[in-house]
Every structure is written in structure tokens, then in C-alpha cells.
């Protein structure tokens, strides 16, 4: 079993839609969250960063924790093409220390 | 935002050959760099932990003698891929940990082709 499992899509969705990805995990001692987005060929760019369980939202994004059932979520309202990209979901176990990401899931947002 | 710069963005080089490839950051000064490898439509897995002014921590199944990493200054940390294979073509990249914080800034990557 990985100790971070997220569905790889591929997820397409149309323009304006409510885009809900998500990730499971094993080791109950993450404490540290993040979502990158990754366009192709690039390196991967933070979106949002989660410490512990509870909600933070920042824009079109909301980043939720619920660390009792081991689960991320990452929504993003109005959806637009210009998030078509691949999502990387993370994690660790300390401040600064390595990340575990998920596979990623490919998203396209079609006009 | 702290910049971290990548350099070379691609590079192709005979089988046999050595490549070193560059993770700098630009506007911070980086305790901890850390180097991953991605295959295409995976993600990314962790190759090394690298620590200014001591020896890297290589994660379990790297080779430490094939993937040297050198974290010469605060800034500036290599990865050299020594005797290259044709398996060893893939995405390389870094990310870099501002002193203090948590989150880890990326570089571009490197999409190395060893043919």
C-alpha cells in the first residue's frame, strides 16, 4: 500500500464547474499538507498549504483536512482551462522535512 | 515569492557520460534541498535529502555512488547522474527549504535524455 494514494484521472470537466480532488493516506503522523499544481514539463507550484486538520481558502481554492479519516481535499470553484494541469497532493511529517505526493490526477477544464 | 532556478531546463548525453545539473536559490538562502525524479504521468519520488555542508541522505534503492549531490553553499546544491544510462532518462528536479519555514519552492526541472 502507497502512503499516499490519489486517483491519477484523468478528470475533465467543463468550464465554470466545481472541481473536487482528493487524497487518502496511511500514516497518521503527517501534519504538514500541501497541493501543488504541475503544468507539463514544469516544476510543480504550491497552491495551497494546510498545517493539521480544518479548512483554509484562498481565492477559487479550499484546501480541507480531516485527519481523523486520513483524507485531503482540494476544490476549486469556477473552474477555468487555464487549470488544466496535473494536482499533486503532499505531505510531512515536520516542518521543512521531505514530502510524500500523491501520483497526481490530470485535470482539463474544456471551454 | 523565493525563486529557485534549475539549470540545465534539458539536456541529451551519451550513455557512459556524466551530467551535473544546477538547483540554485535565487533570493533565499536554502538550509535544506531536496532532489526528485519523475517519470512521465507519475509522481514524484524522492531521490536525496541534502543539507548545506554535509553528506546527503539518499532514500532507499538510490544509488549514492551513481547520483552524487553536493551541497557546496546555502545557495546552491548539484546533482551529478555519473555513468549514465538510457533508464536514467527522466525529470529531475529540486525543490529548496527557506531557513525557518516549511514551504518547499521548486525548481523547473530537468528532463535529462540519455540515448
Known amino acids: 500500500q502507497k502512503e499516499v494514494e490519489q486517483d491519477p484521472g484523468p478528470l475533465s470537466v467543463p468550464e465554470g464547474a466545481i472541481v473536487s480532488l482528493n487524497c487518502t493516506y496511511s500514516?497518521?503522523?503527517?501534519?504538514?499538507f500541501m497541493w501543488y499544481r504541475q503544468y507539463s514539463r514544469k516544476g510543480p507550484e504550491l497552491l495551497m498549504y494546510?498545517?493539521?486538520?480544518g479548512n483554509k481558502e484562498d481565492g477559487r481554492f479550499t484546501a480541507q483536512v480531516d485527519k481523523s479519516s486520513k483524507y485531503i481535499s482540494l476544490f476549486i470553484r469556477d473552474s477555468q482551462p487555464s487549470d488544466s494541469a496535473t494536482y499533486l497532493c503532499?505531505?510531512?511529517?515536520?516542518?521543512?522535512?521531505?514530502?510524500?505526493f500523491g501520483q497526481g490526477t490530470e485535470l482539463s477544464v474544456k471551454p | 515569492g523565493a525563486v529557485v532556478s534549475q539549470h540545465p531546463s534539458w539536456v541529451i548525453c551519451k550513455s557512459g557520460t556524466s551530467v551535473k545539473i544546477e538547483c540554485r536559490s535565487l533570493?533565499?538562502?536554502?538550509?535544506?534541498m531536496f532532489w526528485y525524479r519523475q517519470f512521465p504521468k507519475q509522481s514524484l519520488m524522492l531521490m536525496a535529502t541534502?543539507?548545506?555542508?554535509?553528506?546527503?541522505?539518499?532514500e532507499q534503492g538510490v544509488e549514492k555512488d551513481k547520483f552524487l549531490i553536493n551541497h557546496a553553499s546555502l545557495t546552491l546544491s548539484t546533482l551529478t547522474v555519473t555513468s549514465a544510462h538510457p533508464e536514467d532518462s527522466s525529470f529531475y528536479i529540486c525543490?529548496?527549504?527557506?531557513?525557518?519555514?516549511?514551504?518547499?519552492?521548486f525548481g523547473q526541472g530537468t528532463r535529462l535524455t540519455v540515448v
Open positions: 500514516n497518521s503522523a503527517f501534519q504538514y
Open positions: 533570493d533565499f538562502q536554502a538550509t535544506t
Open positions: 541534502s543539507n548545506e555542508g554535509s553528506k546527503a541522505t539518499y
Open positions: 525543490s529548496a527549504i527557506r531557513g525557518g519555514n516549511t514551504e518547499a519552492f
Open positions: 503532499a505531505m510531512s511529517f515536520n516542518q521543512g522535512g521531505k514530502l510524500i
Open positions: 494546510t498545517y493539521s486538520s
